[in-house]
């Protein structure tokens, strides 16, 4: 099956910084998604995002499926950022999701 | 529109305990998926059901882990006897055919003590 890597593992940073996010898959895919798990545990749907580039509010997100990756883009970080952001993709026989490692972001007032 | 919703929130255990988890998918979405992330590691998956059927539970840890989907709409993941390797966050998400988007519950934290 395929396999996510993220990078970077851990990204600290400043209020009001900028960040990028990264995703490699070690195969094409068709369908990716992100995900951002909150400091309480809960997971929270950001994108779906198969290819082209999708932004909402200070979230954006870009997927070249040719080149296998897919990026994350968080602009004016807020405290309320903080946490860890998975992506995933279809990797099963059954199109389970496999996900990366995840970023543990933490931003500081 | 309801989103998928999990109960409880949150659990606390001793070891040798049953604990049942309860996940309610989107209305009209077949496809019902578990996974879990224990100590801090990986997500992984653990079964998907497609209605009332399991397609794939290839993930499931143990015999200590059973999942049902009744009627196709509802499921339950019964853990018996909790060990302390099992506390973690066990997630749901239901989507409405296979390979799209999926939709996920806010998730069980399990902690066996």
């Known amino acids: 099956g395929i396999q996510v890597e993220q990078s970077p593992p851990d990204l600290i940073l400043q209020e009001g910084a900028n960040s990028t996010l990264r995703c490699n898959f070690s195969?094409?895919?068709?369908?990716l998604q992100w995900f951002h798990q909150n400091p309480w545990g809960q997971l929270i749907n950001l994108f779906y995002i198969p290819s082209g580039t999708k932004q909402n509010g200070r979230l954006s997100a870009t997927t070249v499926a040719t080149e296998r990756y897919s990026l994350l883009y968080i602009s004016s970080s807020q405290t309320t950022d903080s946490g860890v952001y998975f992506c995933a993709g279809p990797g099963g026989s059954n199109y389970q999701l496999i996900w990366g490692a995840g970023t543990k972001l933490i931003i500081k007032p | 529109e309801a989103g998928v919703t999990q109960f409880p929130s949150h659990s606390v255990i001793e070891k040798g305990q049953t604990v049942t988890l309860r996940c309610d998918p989107i209305s009209g979405h077949d496809n019902l998926y578990w996974y879990r992330r224990v100590m801090g590691k990986e997500i992984k998956f653990l079964l998907h059901?497609?209605?009332?059927?399991?397609?794939?539970e290839s993930g499931m840890p143990n015999n200590r882990f059973l999942a049902e989907r009744t009627g196709g709409t509802y499921s339950t993941l019964k853990v018996q006897p909790a060990e302390l390797e099992d506390s973690g966050v066990y997630f749901c998400?239901?989507?409405?055919?296979?390979?799209?988007?999926?939709?996920f519950g806010q998730g069980t934290r399990l902690t066996v003590v």
């Open positions: 195969d094409s895919v068709n369908n």
């Open positions: 998400a239901s989507s409405q055919y296979i390979n799209t988007e999926a939709f």
């Open positions: 059901f497609v209605k009332e059927s399991k397609q794939d």
